[in-house]
């Protein structure tokens, strides 16, 4: 189902080029161990009333979309603990940096292994939710969650749905008062960032509701957006068996720099044109974050050197 381009086995880190805030993989490479995630390079297993983390929510080698890990956030009732009212039990990551909802980008592969299970995906702002999508294990339907016009939130059936055993690729952008949600590289929702300040928190979390599990991989987070650039370029990229980078955008563009995982540049290119061939030969394998220069404004996307 993955296409190279949009594969991502990344360190978890904050680059010293803007765009990027965090990403992950969470493989062994970047410091994790297969079982429980809490205390694990800065995640913890739900807190719960009364002290105490919930376990079960793991580093597992089941499926992965790359590579060998991927984060599992299970279903808790064979362990005696019952059924939430929200989704929140999984596991919670705390941003060293907060990031604007105004500028913001979420990326990540999952894969569901249970009809029975339902999940969310969300941003917190204090104690307050902002960015939130849900998966509807019961049904198959991925769920927006929007501004009701009335002071209130709504949610609202995208009219797509996932397939249980099988990966996929969500994508959430917030940019100014508009947000996008896309599945797989296409949009499925146009609607309200009706989030306000700035993220300090991440939960991947379910409701406890029934028998099954949810896998994340392959997770990136953005402060930096430019959706009029992404309108206007219409990118195609590629790498091909040669391990050159292929890039056509509707519009000429004027550069392309590929940055490690460090976020060092190890390739500037100028290219004032519509294509581009990117030789990434001189690199080792990995993941790479390429940002592409049209008129001043900048659009990323990952690759793989293999």
Known sequence: MKKITLTFAALVAAFTMQAQVFSTSFEANEGFTLGDINNQNGWISTPMNGGGNVTKQDIS????????YAFKITDLV?????????????????????IDHTSFS?????????SAFNAAIQMVTGQNYGMMVFFEGTTGKIIAVDDDGAGGLTT?????????????????????SNATLYWNGTSIHTGTNWSSGQFDQ???AHDNSGVGSMYFDNMVISNSLSTETIAQANFKHFVDANAVLNINAENAMN????????????INQNVEAKDAQINLNSLNAGVYLVQVNINGQKESFKVIKK
Do not use: C, H
């Open 61 to 68: 080698d089941d499926f992965a979309s790359d590579g060998t």
């Open 106 to 114: 979420f990326e990540a592969d999952i894969y569901l292994d249970n």
């Open 202 to 204: 991440m939960r991947l």
């Open 156 to 176: 609202i059936d995208t009219g797509v749905t996932f397939t249980n055993g099988t990966w996929g690729t969500i994508k959430v952008e917030l940019s100014g």
């Open 78 to 98: 064979a362990d005696g603990i019952p059924a939430q009212s929200g989704a929140i039990i999984g596991g919670f990551y705390d941003f060293t940096t907060p």
């Open 255 to 266: 550069n392309v720099a590929v940055f490690n995982l460090l976020g060092q540049e190890v």
